[in-house]
């Protein structure tokens, strides 16, 4: 389901409840942004989720919220990859796609007597601002190599002990934003502009930043959700507008759709 079929989809279903409601394709990369991340906040158990939801979704606790999500996991250490650099206070600044923590892991390097390098692997903990305070000043076990502590702050990420440099950090990221591109036709109907994709504009035709001559190339960026999570947006949309479903009305609709061939 590309993001043309998610809006007819919508569309179809605002018809059929004859609530009056409506969503323009002006105005429809703007809600399809939204309810994206929405969608990735409810997969990750920190939104509301719908009446009628059957599951309770929770990141790493529900095999179906774990799969929706991983294609936004961004392992940061991983082969080819630099991995989450701290500074010499112990700083470091998380990304700018950060959504939601999944581990951070420590290398810790030891020379061998033959000159070779071994590594042993240590989870670092995250704390609350007490705990890592506490931590910090601990008289018996303060923090060290083998065990270090993180705690997350407004847009930086703080480390004891401050010499760790590097750490593998496994997160996931928000989803990239959506945008749904069209192009006018000559008799006024809005047309889907696929990604990657180009268009010469005939007579009566404008694109969608009102351009009426010339090659256009779409600006299109589809959803990175699969089919069911898309669904689930649907939904959300619909709900912007005033329009709640249960799961079962909205498979019924999808499959009027099939039949229909919309």
């Known amino acids: 389901m590309n993001n ?22 002006i105005e429809f990369t703007e809600i399809l942004s939204v309810c ?20 309770k979704q929770e990141f790493e606790k529900n095999q179906n919220s774990t799969d929706s999500l991983s294609r936004l996991k961004k392992w940061m250490g991983a082969p080819n990859t ?3 650099t701290i500074d010499s206070n112990g700083i470091a600044v998380l990304p700018s796609d950060y959504l939601y923590h ?12 033959d000159c070779s390098v071994s590594f042993k692997y240590r989870t670092v903990e995250v704390t609350t601002d007490q705990q890592f305070d506490e931590i910090l000043s601990h008289p018996i076990r303060p923090p060290s190599l083998k065990y270090p ?37 000559a008799n006024g109907e809005y047309v889907y502009f696929l990604p990657n994709t180009t268009h010469v504009l ?3 035709e404008e694109s969608s930043t009102g351009v009426t001559s010339g090659i256009i190339v779409s600006q299109s960026v589809e959803l990175e959700w699969d089919e069911i999570s898309k669904l689930d947006i649907c939904a959300l949309i619909l709900q912007h507008i005033g329009i709640n479903l249960r799961e079962g009305a909205l498979m019924q609709y999808s499959e009027m759709i099939k039949e229909k061939g919309i």
């Open 4 to 25: 043309g079929e998610i809006l007819k989809y919508c569309q179809f279903v605002c018809n059929k409840e004859q609530t009056g409601n409506s969503i323009s394709p």
């Open 149 to 185: 502590i993180c705690n997350y702050q407004s847009n930086i990420i703080r480390f004891a002990p401050v010499g760790l440099q590097y750490v593998d950090f496994i997160y996931i990221r928000k989803p990239v934003d959506p945008v749904y591109d069209f192009y006018i036709s």
């Open 36 to 55: 994206s991340l929405k969608q990735a906040k409810r997969k990750l158990g920190i939104a509301e989720i719908p009446d009628g939801s059957p599951i």
């Open 202 to 204: 005939l007579a009566g």
């Open 82 to 84: 630099m991995p989450l």
């Open 102 to 113: 999944s581990s951070i892991l420590y290398k810790q390097a030891t020379n061998n007597t």
